[in-house]
C-alpha cells in the first residue's frame, strides 16, 4: 500500500501539519484502516478510492473516524494533482459532498477545498464553565466581540476567543479530561484563537478526541471559525489569514475566503510539502 506523507498548510519550506495520504484502488476494512492510521501515527490519515462521481473518502485519527478533515483534505488534493495532473476533485464523505482543487508545478504545490455547509450556535454557561476550567481560563480573559460558541463546519468545534496572544501562547489543559469533555459534548477540536486585526488570527487547536494534543494547522476548524464570523457579521471583508503551529514549531498558513451567502461552504487553501 502506498503511503505518502504530506504536510499540508505549510510556511514556505517549513512547517504545517503532517497528514498521511492513501490513494488506492479500494478502500480496505474500517479495522484496517484504523490500524494503519494509528501506526502512522500522524494526527490524520486519509484514504481516498475511486468511485463513480470521483473519489470515495474517509478521514482516521490515530484512534477515531472523522467525518471531514481539512488539512487531510489539502494533502490529498496535492496528491491528487501531482499523481493526475492539476484540477477539481469531487469527493465523497462520509456525510457531504465537497470538492478539492489541486495545483501542481515547480513553483508552488497545494490545494482549496470548499467545506460543507457551516452553521453555529451559542453555548450554554455550563459549559463555557466547563471549558474555561479545562483550560485554567476566566471569562476576563475573553475577547467577547467574538462571543463563545460552537462552530460546524463538517465537524463540531468550540471556539474561545482570547484577548491577548500573550494568553494564547500559554495554553496548556489536561489531555485526558478534554477527551472526555469532547466525547460528550461531540467535539471534533477546541479552537482557541486571538484576533490580531480583522481579518489576521493566530489559532490554537486542541485535538484530544483524536489522540492529539494540539494540531498545526486544521482546516476545518479554519472553515467552522470563518462560518462562525459570517455568521455574527465580523468585518471580515470576504476573507481571513489564520497562523497556526507557530507555538508548535511548525509555523502553518491557512487562508479562508468567506462568500457572503449565509450557511454556505467556505472555501480554504493552503501549499503542502512532501516529507521524506
Not at 479562508?256 to 512532501?274: F, H, N
Amino acid at each position: 500500500m502506498n503511503i505518502q506523507r504530506i504536510a499540508a498548510f505549510s510556511n514556505g519550506s517549513e512547517g504545517g501539519n503532517p497528514a498521511g495520504v492513501v490513494i488506492c484502488e479500494s478502500l480496505p476494512e474500517t479495522t484496517t484502516m484504523q490500524t494503519l492510521a494509528a501506526e502512522i501515527g500522524y494526527s490524520e490519515t486519509v484514504f481516498a478510492a475511486p468511485n463513480d462521481t470521483g473519489w470515495r473518502v474517509r478521514y482516521f485519527s490515530p484512534e477515531v473516524e472523522v467525518d471531514f478533515c481539512g488539512h487531510a483534505t489539502i494533502a490529498l488534493g496535492s496528491a491528487l494533482a501531482r499523481d493526475f495532473g492539476p484540477r477539481t476533485f469531487h469527493l465523497t464523505l462520509n456525510h457531504a459532498q465537497i470538492s478539492v482543487e489541486g495545483y501542481f508545478s515547480e513553483q508552488d504545490w497545494g490545494a482549496s477545498f470548499i467545506s460543507p455547509p457551516t452553521h453555529s450556535r451559542p453555548i450554554d454557561k455550563e459549559l463555557l464553565a466547563e471549558a474555561l476550567a479545562l483550560f485554567g481560563l476566566s471569562e476576563a480573559k475573553l475577547d467577547l466581540r467574538i462571543p463563545p460558541a460552537i462552530a460546524h463546519g463538517g465537524g463540531d468545534h468550540l471556539i474561545l476567543a482570547l484577548k491577548d496572544r500573550q494568553t494564547l501562547q500559554a495554553m496548556q489543559y489536561n489531555q485526558e479530561e478534554g477527551r472526555h469533555l469532547s466525547l460528550r459534548e461531540k467535539l471534533v477540536t477546541f479552537n482557541l484563537i486571538y484576533a490580531e486585526q480583522n481579518q489576521v488570527f493566530h489559532s490554537r487547536n486542541p485535538f484530544p478526541v483524536g489522540g492529539v494534543f494540539e494540531d498545526p494547522a486544521t482546516g476545518a476548524a479554519a472553515a467552522a471559525l470563518s462560518g462562525y464570523l459570517r455568521d455574527i457579521t465580523w468585518p471580515h471583508q470576504g476573507s481571513i489569514v489564520i497562523y497556526q503551529g507557530e507555538d508548535m514549531g511548525m509555523p502553518s498558513r491557512l487562508t479562508a475566503e468567506i462568500s457572503p451567502q449565509m450557511g454556505s461552504g467556505i472555501k480554504v487553501s493552503g501549499s503542502a510539502r512532501l516529507l521524506s
